[in-house]
């Protein structure tokens, strides 16, 4: 936190010893501007080796390691307008990348609803509020509707969405969820939606 340790960087025995635990059927990233990162190549090389899925994200689309790995990214962000700096051009790229990754994987888990963040707990007063704002946006529902709903989905947004767009109850609501693996538009297309919520 308070120091730099600048050489583990170069330690790829230190990369491989950081992946122990890493199985068949995982996916590891590799993050290294340059593309050669020894840290890093050594952690990927002892992620294939175990059968792991392996993606390389560098500034360098002529990296020497980019066949190594299953996927390749390399971000052609030129030179850094202070050389060296590679937290600046190439470190902003990655994150971009990185944020790319996490969001489309958000997406495909089913934590989202259209473009709405529903996998989220009501732990405090603000995330309620939260809450009800993407339950009202989502089916046009009035703000007191929608807060009933989420009292009576215990909390749990996505119950409370299937409930207020298909007039589901509650159970039926949450069943459909786990049988559509927390996807909320497939459990809305599961349930019986012969008795909408009146006004939607």
Avoid: W
């Avoid at 170069?10 to 593309?35: C, H, K, M, T």
């Avoid at 749990?156 to 299937?162: D, G, R, S």
């Avoid at 049988?179 to 297309?189: E, F, P, Q, W």
Wanted: with cysteine; aromatic share 2%.
């Amino acid at each position: 936190m308070l120091r730099a340790v600048e050489e583990v960087e170069d330690d790829p025995a230190a990369g491989r010893a950081d992946l122990a635990g890493v199985e068949p059927g995982d996916l590891v990233i590799g993050l290294a501007a340059s593309g050669r990162t020894p840290y890093v190549i050594g952690a990927l090389a002892a992620a294939t080796e175990v059968g792991a899925a392996t993606v390389l994200i560098s500034a360098n689309p002529q990296s020497e390691y980019r066949d190594s790995v299953d996927v390749n990214v390399a971000l052609n962000t030129g030179p850094e307008v202070i050389a060296g700096s590679t937290r600046m051009k190439a470190g902003t790229a990655q994150k971009l990348a990185l944020n790319a990754f996490s969001t489309a994987v958000m997406i495909r888990l089913g934590r989202t609803y259209s473009n709405l963040m529903v996998h989220v707990a009501a732990t405090n007063d603000k995330l309620r509020g939260r809450l009800i704002r993407v339950l009202v946006q989502a089916t046009g529902l009035s703000e007191s509707v929608c807060t009933q709903a989420l009292e009576d989905s215990d909390g749990e947004v996505k119950t409370a969405l299937v409930v207020l767009l298909t007039g589901s109850p509650v159970k039926a609501s949450r069943d459909a969820l786990a049988a559509a693996h927390g996807v909320v538009r497939d459990a809305i297309s599961a349930v019986d939606t012969a008795h909408p919520v009146e006004g939607h």
